[in-house]
């Protein structure tokens, strides 16, 4: 890694080639671990967007200037000289076009999710989509024209023409996608109508997040909790069961009076994702969006099979949690509450110093660089009315720093959602640092690796300064808990969204009853209904309307490869293998500049092989045998062993700064 201590971190680079913008990334949207909750009070830690323009005058003066410029890079399609020359200057100022063109929606998208009640916010939002929609449509001539040109020249053409080495990678992913690439006229249509194929998207996402009128239950405590996405995060860990049981029956009955509306909307953001594949002469909406990234078939179907074949190993699990908790018959509303419970806090200065901690195997550089990026007014901590929920990273102002989003409520979980998007941000840094703007964005394919990895080495430290069995028990069962929900859940849910892409694919007609009927039989299949290991109330199965990620198309498998390349990567670091570490740092410095799967094979591990998956299984295993040998040595009056105890540090030098 270079050695350069940045003050701010820099970003991420999300532009599909070299002269197309794709919809910027916010990172992780919504993980299913990160952690929402009520508003509270406390002195509020927001990130600084005049970092990216002083004011909305400035935001509108800059995508009015953009769309300015976009009208005669549309009028050269006409009568355009390819030339190696010629190539290099249109691929420069498309390239400037787009690295503003992500600052401006950087600025509308970042502004609108922390109050999506705000209708000005949602309206600049808007207009950066339409933005996007016209930059589409003014560049859509030039992958055909590459296409014509072929191979041999544009080949020649890079070796002759050195401005040209920035836009290498994206010039022969152009060429690649020759067979799935329209004329001018059907790419300027493609273009033109990517804003009405995501507005159902958008339907989805009001009604849950702003529209929906969540109920609200009183606890057993007293307490109040508005069941919104936030709401309900919160209630389904709570301690009593029977309130949990009355989170979860108030928040499933209200999407129920939902189903048909929010499926109407799911199905026809899926029957949009089929319709651009049949037009990119693509077999499937899996296949196009693997191959975005070139992501070999086997991967997901690999992915898909290896779970399955270890479903008893998390059935163990649910049995195991029936055991710790003391009930006979779990539930899926008894998943979420901690095996161990902790009093202690994990608040937002905490938070960094276990990421810091966590990565001081790393190096020096990588520390000093991520506690410069956590030190920064880049993050949005606490959650508050209209905010949105979950958490994510946005690396998409190239030259600025990765801001990030949280829901942050001092608890354990809310420091693992910590510890994982500063992952991302540390990902975005080295990145950017190594790479230039057109070769700066990565794959999720990689970026959830580099989250996840990090997560696990902040557990494994954890264990390390672990005095007690209490402790070991209550970190082992987070690792548990994650297992489950990063890749039995995420995998669950690849199964779902490739299941109800492939119900539209055979020409059937997708309802929300269509769905719930689907998801009942995976999810029943998961939690092992059928043969008395967990219970799944018929209300439950409505889960599909909560998870956002189908909105996302293809998206959360890659939770779940990440999180096997991540008991890899982790292992390799712990163990101080310096070769293994460097392979692991080269990889996300590559940023964009290779295939991700390729990426992750130089680096040691193939994706498409059974062998990651089976690890994941292997450890889920081993913490198992080691929590149940506490719960006997506890049971029959045991002491704790003596163990070494790595206390942890402050690899900062001293708070953070908010």
Known sequence: MKSRLLSCAAALCLIASPIAIAQPDMGPMFDDHSEAGSETEREPVEWDLTKLYPDVEAWDAARLGLLDQLEPIKAMGDGF????ENLADLYEKTSAIAKEGLRVSTYAFLGSDTDLRDSEKLARRGQAQAMFATYGEATAWISPMIQTVGETEIEAWIASEPRLAPYTFGLRETLRMTPHTLSPEGEQLMAASSVALSSAQQIYSQLKNSDIPWPTVTLSTGEDIRLDAAGYVKGRAAENREDRMKVFEAFFETYQQFESSLGAALSGHVQGQVFRASQRNYDSALEA?????????????????????????????????????????????????????????????????????????????????????????????????????????????????????????????????????????????????????????YSIFIAETAAITKEILAQERLLDAAQTDAERLFYLGYALEQMRGTYFRQTQFAEFEAAIHAEVEEGERLTGARMTEIYKDIFNRYYGVEEGVTVVPESYNLEWAYIPHFIFDFYVYQYSTSLAAGVYFADEIRAGDEEAIAAYLEMLEAGGSAHPYDLKLKAGLDMASPAPYQAVEARMNRIMDEIETILDRQENGGTSPMRTVLPLSNPCGGSRES
Request: glycine residues 6%; contains cysteine; charged residues 20%.
């Open 81 to 84: 000289e390819p030339s190696a």
């Open 289 to 441: 969006a693997l191959a975005d990234d070139n992501i070999p078939r086997e991967v997901y179907d690999t992915l898909l099979a290896e779970v399955n074949a270890a479903l008893p190993t998390l059935h163990r699990y649910f049995k195991l949690r029936a055991r710790s908790m003391g009930v006979e018959e779990v539930g899926f509303h008894d998943i979420y509450p901690d095996l161990v419970s902790t009093d202690q806090v994990f608040d937002l200065e905490r938070s960094a110093q276990i990421t810091a901690v966590a990565s001081e195997p790393l190096g020096e550089d990588y520390v000093q660089a991520l506690c410069s990026a956590m030190e920064g007014d880049w993050t949005h901590a606490y959650p508050s009315q209209g905010k949105r929920s979950g958490a994510y990273m946005s690396g998409s102002g190239y030259d600025l720093g990765p801001f990030v989003l949280l829901n942050h409520q001092d608890t354990y979980n809310s420091a693992s959602t910590f510890v994982h998007e500063f992952g991302h941000a540390m990902h975005t840094i080295l990145a950017n640092d190594a790479q230039p703007f057109e070769t700066a964005r």
